[in-house]
C-alpha cells in the first residue's frame, strides 16, 4: 500500500492511496490547479513541507568507528598474548601480534559504513532539476524546491523529480526498474486504478527517481523528499540491521570457550606446581604464562583474514567482487539464493522464440541480439522463408520495425526498442538482410507507436509501383483491424475464436504476445494516416511469442546450486506467469516445475504463515520492496543463510539484511551497491555459483589452519604440562614456544589459505550455520593429533634425558625438531579432510603446501646449526642418528592419520557434524 505523507497528514483533504483518486480530484485535496501554485504558495509550503531531499544519516565519528573494532573476543586473546610476551620481555614477539591486532583492526574499519553509504547513493538518485508550472508559466526551478502541489512536465529524458498523479500523458512510458525490477518501461495512463494495485501497476503514477524513456506528461506532485517512495526505501534501510556472518559468530563462540581453557589450565598447571612441586614463584610465573602461549593460536586470525582475501581475489577473477571480507565465508554456508530475473537469471534481451501462423507452429532458437538459431516444427529444422505466409511475416516485423541491430567489436548489439530489436534478429535468422529487403520495399510513410492505438504502421511501395502496408502491435488490437487471415491458398475470413485461443496458449508460456497483419496500399498511395489503418481490412499473418530468454549458464548454475543443496528462489517485479514460465525454464522448483505466487499474495500474512510459504515457494512476482525484505527475513528465521540478488533501489533493503547481498555491477544502482557485500562484475547469476563455491573452500581452509593449529599447540601445552606434572624441566622454554609458534604460523598454517577446492565441494549441502567451529569431527581430530605430538615430543625428549643422558639444550633441540617434523608431515594430511591423499597424487596439487615445507626445512636447520640462534634459544647441533628418529616420528604421523581418515569415512554422522 502506499505510504501516507506527513504533507498529506497535514492537509485538509488528505489520501494516503493517490493511485486510486481521479486526478481532478487529487487537485483538489492539495488545494492546487492546472496551471499550478503560485509563487507565493511554492514558497509557504517549501517552508511547511521542507526541501525535496533525504536527510543524511547520522554517523560515529572515525574515532569511535575504529576503537569500536576492538571489542572482539578474538581481539583480546591476541592482545593477552601480546602480555603474555611482553611479561617474558620479548619485545619482538609482542611487536608482531599487536602488528596483527592492528591490521585487524584496520581492514573491519575500512570495509565499514554500509549503511551510511546506501543512503547516500540513495540521495543522489534525486533528480537535480524540474520543470514546474508556477504562476502559470513554464520553470526551471531545483528540484530540491519542489513541493506538494505542483505541476511538473515530463518528457524523455528526464529524471522524475518527486511522486507524481499524472493528470495528461502522450506516449508516455517510463523505466521503473529501480522500484519494480520491470525489465520493460511501463506505458503510462490518467486512469485511477484500484486500491490494492502493486507498485508496478499503478499506471497513473511516476515515481521519484524514475526515467522517462519516451512521450511526454505532466502530473501533480503528491509526495516529495523522505514521503516518496525512494524515501520510505530509504527509512526502511536506516531501520535494517546487518547479521553477523556465520564464521564471526562462531569464532567469537570459539574465542569464548578457548579463552575460559586457557585461564583454567594456565591458573591449575601454576597452582600444581608452586603448591605440590615446590617450583619458585618466578619460574612457575614464566612456566604457566609460557602455557598460555603456548595454547593461543596467534597467527589464527591472521590466517582467517588472508585466507579470505585470497577467497576475494579468486572470485574476482570470476566476476564477483567482494566488498567485505566477511561476505566470502558467508556464501560457502549459504542455504538459499533470493535472485531477480531481468538480466541476473536472464539475458535482458528480448528474443521471439515461437512464430504462429493459422497453418504452420514454429519454435525459434537462438536467444540474444546475435543472429545466430534456426525454426524448428514438431522436432523438426524447417526454413521459414519456404512458406509464403512465414516469410511475408517475417518482412513486416523487420520493416514495420525503426530498430537496428549490428555488430561492434565482435558482440551484437541493439539500438532501439528491445521488442523491435527481437524482431530484426528474427528475420536475419531466416536470413533476410534489413538493407537489402528495405531496398525492395521502400518506406514511404508511417504511423509510429503510440499507447492510445497500440500499434505501429508504414508504408511500402516497390519499384514497380505495387504498396503495402504492414501493421504491427498488441495482438488484440491488431486482430480488431483484421477482416482475414492469411494461408497457403490466400486470404480467408479471419477465425477470431481459433486466434484468441492460440494466443491464450502462448501467453500461457510466458512470452510477451505481438501480431503481424499486411494491407495492399490503394494505387500511387504515399501518404498513411489513421482513418486509412482504422478502416482495417487487414489479412493477420502471424503471431509471435516473445521472451527474455534465461541465460545458458544460469541453467546450469540452478542445477549445480541443487545439488549442493542449495535452493534457488525467483523474486522479481514482473508478471506472474513470465515468472512462472521462466522458472521453470531454469529448472527452479521440484523436478522443473516452480511454485509460484504474486507479491500482493504475502499482504496480511502472519509471521509462521510467511515462513512456511517462502520455504515452499519458488518464484514471487510482483513484489515490493516490503514483500523482499519481509521473505529475506523469514527465510532467515526459519534457519536459513540467505543471499539476495538485486539491482534497483528497491532491493536495498532487502540486500542489506541479507546475510549476502548481491548486487548488479552493470545495470545496479549505486544504492544497491552500497547495500550489498558482493557486487556481480558480469551481472550474470552462475558467478554466484562461483562465489559459493569459492566460499565453501575459504571455510574449508580456515577449518584446515584450525586443524593444524590446535593440535600443534595443545602438544605443546601438553608437553609442558606433563613436565611439570612429574617435576621435570621443561622440554619447551617459553622462547622456544614463541618459535615453534612464529614459523609454523608463517609457514605450514598460512599456506593452507592457498588451497584450492576439495573434490566435490559442491555436492555437499550447506553447513549448519548454527553449529560450533569446533564439533563433531574436529572434537575428534584435534585430540587425537594433539595425542600423538605430545607422544613423540615428549617421548623423544624424555628419551634423551633419562636413557641416553643428553643436556637439555639437546634433549629440547631434539623435542622441538621432533613437534616441528610431527607438524609438517600432518600438513600434508591437511591436503584433503576426510579423503586419502595418496589417490589420485592428491599430495602433489599444492605448490604452496611443499614451498612452505621447504621454507620450514631452512628455517629449522638455521635454527638448529646456526650459532647465534643457539645462543638466543638455548639450542645445539644434533646428529643423524637424532634426525632419522625426527623424521620416522614425521613419517608414523602421517600413515597414522591417513588410517584414521579411512575409519573416520565408515562413519558419516561423524564426518557431518
Not at 517549501?46 to 536527510?55: S, T
Not at 623423544?796 to 634425558?801: A, G, P
Not at 610431527?822 to 591436503?831: I, K, P, S, T, V
Request: hydrophobic share 45%; proline share 5%; charged share 20%.
Amino acid at each position: 500500500m502506499e505510504s501516507k505523507s506527513p504533507q498529506a497528514g497535514t492537509d485538509p483533504n488528505p489520501s494516503p492511496v493517490w493511485h486510486a483518486q481521479d486526478a481532478a480530484e487529487v487537485i483538489q485535496r492539495w488545494r492546487s490547479q492546472p496551471s499550478g501554485l503560485s509563487a507565493g504558495e511554492a514558497g509557504e509550503r517549501l517552508a511547511r513541507y521542507g526541501r525535496n531531499q533525504l536527510r543524511p544519516p547520522e554517523k560515529a565519528g572515525p574515532l569511535v568507528r575504529f576503537f569500536r573494532h576492538f571489542h572482539n573476543v578474538l581481539i583480546y586473546i591476541l592482545i593477552l598474548a601480546a602480555i603474555g610476551t611482553a611479561l617474558l620481555g620479548h619485545w619482538v614477539d609482542t611487536g608482531v601480534i599487536l602488528a596483527v591486532v592492528l591490521i585487524n583492526t584496520l581492514i573491519g574499519f575500512i570495509q565499514e559504513g554500509k549503511a551510511e553509504k546506501a543512503l547516500d547513493a540513495i540521495r543522489q538518485m534525486l533528480s537535480p532539476r524540474a520543470v514546474v508550472l508556477r504562476d502559470g508559466h513554464r520553470r526551471e526551478v531545483d528540484a530540491s524546491s519542489v513541493v506538494p502541489g505542483d505541476v511538473i512536465y515530463l518528457q524523455a529524458g528526464d529524471k522524475v523529480p518527486a511522486d507524481l498523479r499524472l493528470m495528461d500523458v502522450k506516449n508516455l512510458r517510463v523505466d521503473e526498474a529501480v522500484l519494480t525490477g520491470e525489465s520493460v518501461p511501463v506505458e503510462k495512463d490518467v486512469q485511477p486504478v484500484a486500491e490494492d494495485a502493486s507498485l508496478g501497476d499503478r499506471f497513473c503514477m511516476a515515481y521519484s527517481g524514475t526515467l522517462v524513456t519516451f512521450g511526454r506528461g505532466r502530473g501533480v506532485v503528491v509526495a516529495t523528499g523522505e514521503t516518496t517512495e525512494v524515501g520510505r526505501i530509504s527509512a526502511m534501510l536506516g531501520e535494517v540491521h546487518s547479521l553477523q556472518t556465520p564464521l564471526v559468530r562462531q569464532m567469537e563462540q570459539f574465542g569464548r570457550w578457548l579463552a575460559g581453557v586457557i585461564l583454567l589450565i594456565s591458573a591449575a598447571t601454576f597452582a600444581f606446581g608452586y603448591w605440590v612441586r615446590s617450583y619458585p614463584l618466578d619460574e612457575m610465573f614464566l612456566a604457566a604464562a609460557s602455557l598460555a602461549v603456548s595454547t593461543i593460536p596467534e597467527g589464527l586470525p591472521a590466517i582467517m583474514t588472508i585466507a579470505l582475501a585470497i577467497g576475494v581475489q579468486k572470485m574476482a577473477r570470476r566476476n564477483a567482487i567482494i566488498r567485505r571480507l566477511p561476505a566470502v565465508e558467508t556464501l560457502g554456508s549459504v542455504s538459499t539464493i533470493c535472485s531477480d530475473k531481468t538480466g541476473t537469471l536472464t539475458r535482458n534481451e528480448m528474443t521471439v522464440a515461437s512464430l504462429r501462423s493459422r497453418e504452420r507452429h514454429l519454435q525459434v532458437d537462438g536467444v540474444g541480439y546475435a543472429p545466430h538459431g534456426g525454426f524448428t516444427e514438431s522436432g523438426l529444422d524447417v526454413s521459414p522463408d519456404e512458406d509464403p505466409v512465414l516469410a511475408q511475416a517475417l518482412r513486416a516485423g523487420l520493416l514495420c520495425n525503426d530498430a537496428q541491430v549490428f555488430e561492434r567489436d565482435g558482440d551484437w548489439v541493439m539500438e532501439g526498442d528491445p521488442t523491435e530489436g527481437a524482431l530484426v534478429v528474427l528475420a536475419r535468422k531466416a536470413g533476410m538482410d534489413p538493407q537489402i529487403e528495405q531496398g525492395h520495399l521502400p518506406r514511404v510513410d508511417v504511423i509510429p507507436f503510440e499507447s492510445d492505438h497500440k500499434y505501429m504502421a508504414t508504408l511500402h511501395r516497390d519499384h514497380k509501383g505495387h504498396g503495402v502496408i504492414y501493421l504491427k502491435g498488441a495482438p488484440e488490437r491488431v486482430l480488431e483491424l483484421c477482416a482475414h487471415q492469411q494461408t497457403a491458398d490466400g486470404p480467408r475470413s479471419l477465425e477470431r475464436d481459433w486466434w484468441e485461443a492460440a494466443l491464450e496458449e502462448v501467453a500461457g508460456r510466458g512470452e510477451r504476445l505481438l501480431a503481424v497483419a499486411a494491407r495492399d496500399a490503394q494505387p500511387h498511395q504515399d501518404e498513411l494516416k489513421y482513418d486509412q489503418v482504422e478502416a482495417g481490412r487487414f489479412s493477420l499473418l502471424a503471431i509471435l511469442g516473445i521472451i527474455d530468454p534465461p541465460r545458458e549458464e544460469a541453467i546450469h548454475a540452478v542445477r549445480e546450486c541443487r545439488e549442493a543443496g542449495i535452493r534457488v528462489k525467483m523474486i522479481t517485479g514482473d508478471h506472474l506467469t513470465t515468472a512462472r514460465a521462466v522458472g521453470g525454464m531454469l529448472g527452479i522448483g521440484s523436478g522443473g516445475h516452480a511454485v509460484a505466487m504474486a507479491g500482493h499474495e504475502l499482504d496480511g500474512m502472519s509471521e509462521d504463515r510467511l515462513r512456511e510459504t517462502a520455504r515452499g515457494t519458488d518464484v514471487f512476482a510482483r513484489t515490493t520492496p516490503e514483500h523482499k525484505l519481509r521473505l529475506v527475513q523469514a527465510l532467515q528465521q526459519a534457519g536459513g543463510i540467505v543471499a539476495m540478488t538485486g539491482d534497483g533501489v528497491n532491493d536495498a533493503p532487502a540486500l542489506k539484511r541479507a546475510d549476502v547481498g548481491v548486487a548488479m555491477g552493470r545495470k545496479g544502482t549505486e544504492a544497491a551497491k552500497e547495500a550489498a557485500e558482493m557486487v556481480l562484475a558480469d551481472d550474470n547469476f552462475a558467478s554466484i555459483a562461483h562465489a559459493v563455491e569459492e566460499g565453501r573452500t575459504v571455510y574449508d581452509n580456515i577449518r584446515k589452519a584450525i586443524l593444524h593449529m590446535l593440535p600443534t599447540n595443545a602438544g605443546q601445552s601438553m608437553t609442558i604440562m606433563m613436565a611439570i606434572l612429574m617435576g621435570l624441566a621443561l622440554p619447551l622454554t617459553p622462547v622456544q614456544v614463541l618459535w615453534v609458534n612464529m614459523v609454523t604460523s608463517v609457514t605450514l598454517a598460512m599456506a593452507l589459505a592457498f588451497e584450492p577446492s576439495e573434490p566435490g565441494v559442491m555436492k555437499r549441502p550447506p553447513r549448519n550455520p548454527d553449529a560450533p567451529l569446533l564439533s563433531g569431527f574436529l572434537l575428534w581430530r584435534i585430540p587425537f593429533v594433539a595425542v600423538l605430538l605430545w607422544l613423540g615430543t615428549f617421548g623423544h625428549f624424555l628419551w634423551m634425558e633419562e636413557v641416553v643422558g643428553s643436556s637439555d639444550e639437546l634433549a629440547r633441540t631434539v623435542a622441538i625438531n621432533t613437534l616441528v617434523a610431527g607438524q609438517a608431515f600432518y600438513l600434508l594430511n591437511l591436503r584433503l579432510i576426510y579423503q586419502p591423499v595418496l589417490s589420485g597424487w592428491a599430495i602433489f596439487h599444492s605448490r604452496a603446501m611443499w614451498l612452505a615445507i621447504g621454507i620450514l626445512v631452512v628455517l629449522q636447520l638455521t635454527f638448529t646449526y646456526a650459532p647465534v640462534m643457539n645462543t638466543l634459544f638455548g639450542t645445539t647441533a644434533i646428529g643423524w642418528s637424532d634426525w632419522a628418529r625426527i623424521l620416522l616420528f614425521g613419517m608414523a604421523v602421517f600413515v597414522i592419520v591417513e588410517l584414521e581418515k579411512a575409519v573416520i569415512r565408515r562413519l558419516p554422522w561423524l564426518t557431518a557434524a
